[in-house]
């Protein structure tokens, strides 16, 4: 392993191992070794963060491609991702990053900061952070979100919300927006399926909410987490923070080491349904659905963003990010 790579942050000496307290499994790692997450070394008795600067991919990407439909819509975001993660998903739809060490180049955090600002002019809105688990990449996202609020831009977390509260507390004020995904409610579907404990991404949910932009994301795989009490679990859940949080219903298909046919459309449908009885804004993906991705206004039914694949046409919204018909509020950012 490299011993070139920076000190990380949040950890201690124990028992001649180090303890990583970046994340929840606060892993005791002997010298020589990685984490969970594999990115975080135990280099003789001093963590490092075996992936600052590494890339394994670079894009100039729709914001809802992330996806998040309220916060600037119709606009584009430099999209950058290293490889590792804190969760081991047998459905994972990145494995080849998320779950073995990619190909990587470098990109230190000046030269993101200043990639993204040359490409203002194409309309980036500044860098998302996304592909792999973000928060793994804590001490790299910390100091390339100064350097983009530096240049007046904007930071995005595509984030499975698996993080401690310290650390989220210290990041929160440099992120602009996020999308945390909620893989169920049931926290044996966690342990089963991915290897960790769903109550650390309610949390980050919960804490982020109000200080900054959040929508959430869910999974649906057929047989594991498609039940009705899913769906109603999910939405009181999700409505008890507030009805207008963002919530995407996504499409599962098979890959890396779950083979579950792909969900049934019906499914999608029957999930959006039930959770639109609690929630204002509930959105379809990973499929082509002609309503199922458009906004809404739930006061009126005014159309205010029209949406096709990852392509936002914005018809009836007014400042401040209401209806422009009613004048209801519709907590979309731009």
């Known amino acids: ?37 594999r990115v975080r070394y135990n280099d003789e008795g001093v963590l490092r963060a075996l992936t600052y600067g590494r890339v394994t991919a670079v894009n100039l990407d729709p914001i809802e491609k992330k996806p998040i439909f309220h916060f600037y819509p119709g606009r584009l975001i430099l999209s950058i991702g290293s490889w590792g993660c804190n ?3 047998s459905f994972c739809q990145n494995w080849e990053i998320s779950q073995q060490e990619a190909p990587t180049k470098e990109l230190m955090p000046v030269a993101a900061a200043e990639l993204a600002a040359q490409l203002e002019s194409q309309g980036n809105l500044g860098i998302a952070y996304t592909y ?3 928060f793994i990449w804590f001490e790299y996202v910390y100091d390339t979100g100064k350097l983009i609020h530096e240049r007046g831009l904007k930071n995005v977390l595509v984030t499975n919300g698996i993080v401690e509260v310290e650390p989220l507390e210290e990041l929160l004020p440099l992120v602009d927006a996020m999308n945390v995904d909620i893989k169920s409610m049931d926290d044996d579907f966690y342990r089963r399926m991915a290897q960790g404990v769903g109550m650390a991404a309610r949390r980050t949910v919960e804490i982020a909410w109000g200080r900054t932009h959040v929508e959430i994301t869910n999974l649906v795989i057929p047989g594991e987490n498609d039940s009705d009490e899913d769906f109603r679990r999910l939405a009181e859940w999700a409505a008890g923070i507030s009805r207008k949080l963002p919530v995407h219903i996504s499409r599962y298909f098979p ?10 459309l019906e499914t999608l449908e ?3 349904r039930i959770l639109a009885e609690k929630l204002d804004f509930v959105y379809v993906g990973n499929v082509v659905s002609v ?9 009126c ?7 096709r694949g990852y392509h936002a046409e914005i018809l009836s919204l007014a400042e401040g990010g209401r209806c422009a018909s009613c004048g209801e509020e519709l907590g979309i950012v731009r």
């Open 87 to 89: 969760l081991r998903c």
């Open 270 to 272: 029957r999930a959006r």
């Open 1 to 37: 392993m490299p011993t070139t790579s920076p000190e990380a942050r949040y950890w201690e000496k124990c028992d001649g191992n180090v303890s990583c307290r970046l994340c929840p499994w606060h892993c005791n790692i002997k010298p020589g070794a990685t984490g969970l997450c």
């Open 132 to 134: 792999n688990e973000p």
């Open 301 to 307: 039914g005014a159309l205010a963003v029209r949406r």
């Open 255 to 264: 890959n890396y080491r779950c083979q579950i046919p792909p969900t049934p």
């Open 291 to 299: 309503e199922g991705e458009n906004t809404r206004c739930p006061r």
